[in-house]
């Protein structure tokens, strides 16, 4: 029998005073409180681009609560991602937060080394070494629509580990099949430290995504260690089929734990507290593989701003 894996739900508002509120309640359900002082945490939000409006990314308050969480609780913390576009440094100037992360102390990563590491098929992936050597990483992802996955939740901002570039080189290689492209995604979480999930779903973007979606007040914040838990909840949150996920649907064929309602349970609210939202996934997914010409512009588009940034 396997063990339940624990998802704690809460509401929650875009102010300092709630969000810390928020985060000294939920983390303690996760094992994280006096534990982390000196500890290298690496925070791993979603910063997908500079370009157009930050719904797109975690949301910076969001971030901002967090990091102060674990710099006032004795963690020495990096913040990090490798963006589709442009860099790390850039998204975040691009939110309005990067000196005031710089004044509490935190470091900007740019996931600038990598660890090229053998995923199940020898796929070979180019690993940001920032997130194999911390001692833990904080999943930071918004919750979204996504064209290609339906959604983004807990095990696709995992994907941003792997080094610039090659997340594009993976879409055009294995970007064949939906599934496939999924089974890489979750090939990586067995290569994470230790490691908690804080889902943005405070505001979500829906309707369509990773870029172009609409807001929607969701005023949850989904949470836990086990980041397929992570997204079963907030499948059922956003009143979702989760079979239409490709990496919930990969997940289930493969028997990992999390996958399952009857696996999780819920300390403080259940998804149905936050049923009747609205939110609306793509009808129909568009390929995973880039098409040569947008993968080649896109790759010029990434230089350009990390120049500029």
């Excluded at 000294?24 to 791993?44: A, E, M, Q, T, Y």
């Excluded at 969001?62 to 609780?73: S, T």
């Excluded at 289930?252 to 009747?276: A, M, N």
């Amino acid at each position: 029998m396997k063990r339940a894996e624990t998802v704690v739900l809460e509401k929650c508002v875009y102010t300092p005073s709630s969000l810390a509120k928020l985060l000294d309640k939920i983390l303690p359900f996760l094992g994280c409180s006096s534990n982390v002082r000196g500890k290298k945490v690496l925070v791993k939000p979603n910063l997908i681009s500079s370009r157009g409006r930050s719904l797109a990314c975690t949301d910076p308050r969001f971030i901002i609560a967090v990091v102060l969480w674990f710099v006032e609780n004795g963690a020495s913390v990096r913040v990090g991602d490798s963006p589709a576009f442009g860099s790390a440094a850039g998204v975040l100037k691009h939110l309005g937060i990067l000196e005031e992360l710089r004044r509490l102390g935190a470091e900007v990563r740019e996931f600038s080394s990598s660890k090229d590491v053998l995923l199940r098929g020898d796929i070979r992936v180019a690993v940001a070494t920032e997130a194999l050597e911390c001692d833990l990483m904080i999943n930071l992802p918004k919750v979204k629509a996504h064209n290609q996955m339906y959604v983004t939740l807990a095990v696709k901002n995992i994907f941003g580990i792997v080094k610039g570039i090659q997340k594009s080189i993976l879409h055009m290689q294995y970007g064949g099949s939906h599934r496939l492209f999924a089974g890489i995604i979750l090939d990586l979480m067995a290569l994470l430290p230790a490691h908690v999930t804080i889902a943005d779903g405070i505001q979500a973007m829906h309707v369509a995504g990773p870029l172009g979606g609409k807001p929607l007040d969701l005023y949850c914040v989904a949470a836990s260690s086990n980041p397929l838990a992570v997204d079963t909840a907030l499948l059922a949150v956003l009143e979702l089929d989760p079979e239409k996920s490709p990496i919930w649907a990969e997940a289930k064929s493969r028997g990992y734990s999390g996958v399952f309602p009857s696996e999780i349970q819920y300390p403080l609210l259940g998804p149905d507290d936050f049923h009747g939202s609205g939110f609306m996934a793509p009808e129909s997914l568009s390929p995973v593989r880039f098409n040569p010409f947008r993968f080649l512009s896109g790759h010029l588009r990434r230089m350009f701003l990390a120049i500029r940034t």
